[in-house]
């Protein structure tokens, strides 16, 4: 059996790129396609090694495997916390096992052009390669799946934080639901949009926008564009077009905060670059939360 090294080392590099790339979606973590393709090299670089000196028994070891992925981790993502480090490395294995899982699921209906050796799995060229897409997307579908269910069951009360918002030199504090679904952009400037109960933030509110929502005119535009046209904060407020919140098509009135705090003592993080949405319903009933936000701003 012979087996191509440069074929060995593309078929990792492009496994091992699109894990880690998963596990950046996943946690909403950014990082560049070099560091992404860097990590994946250094996962290949492995998997070639076991096939050129495959008398160093070390090198087979779980110690070895889990040094690696440390590795890897660390050069792709560079997470300064400890907690981050290891909440990354957790996603970085659960995607590896999804992954490696649906392509040997895969692979084994049709074994022909493939081989298992040492816990590697190599791909022959004559293999079609529609099996590695879905093999991909199966991966890609578990693991949204995954992510949700554990949000939804296991970690509702650890996505609560608490968010402050100042506007002209008013602030108020209330707290925030770190939710994944939100994914809101101001259309202008592409700032994340935080959403927030009007009830929750009436108070730090210009009156001409206060008269908006207590009248219930959210969604009176030419009411809506007159009052903002002559208050004296236009540039700070706009529209922002939506299609959740229980409604399709919708329109939200945002604005531009002096700048917000999202979380507490050490865990703090002020950001300026955001946009406040305001919402003139009850954004979940019975629950202890006036606000919505994306991870993307953690």
Known sequence: MEIYLDVLILENIVMNYLILWTTGKILKTR???????IGALLGACYAAFLIVKPGI?????ATATFILSLVMVAVTFSPEKIGNFIKTLAVFYVSTFVFAGATFAFFYMNSEGTLVQNG??????ESKWITVVFSILTSIIILRVFLEVIQQKFLKEKLITHLKVIFDSKEINMSALIDTGNSLQDPITNMPVI???????KEILPLEICNIFEEVKE??????TSKLYNSDWFSRFRLIPFSSLGKENGMLIGFKPDYVVIGEDSGEKGISDV???IYNKV?????????LLGPDLL
């Open 195 to 201: 959403i927030v109960e009007f009830s929750a933030i």
């Open 219 to 224: 969604q009176d535009f030419s009411s809506i």
């Open 31 to 37: 990082t560049s396609n070099l560091r992404l393709f």
């Open 283 to 291: 954004l979940a009933k019975g629950k202890n939360y006036k606000a």
């Open 120 to 125: 590697l799995l190599y791909v022959f060229w």
């Open 57 to 61: 028994r070390f090198y087979f070891t």
């Open 275 to 277: 946009v406040i949405a």
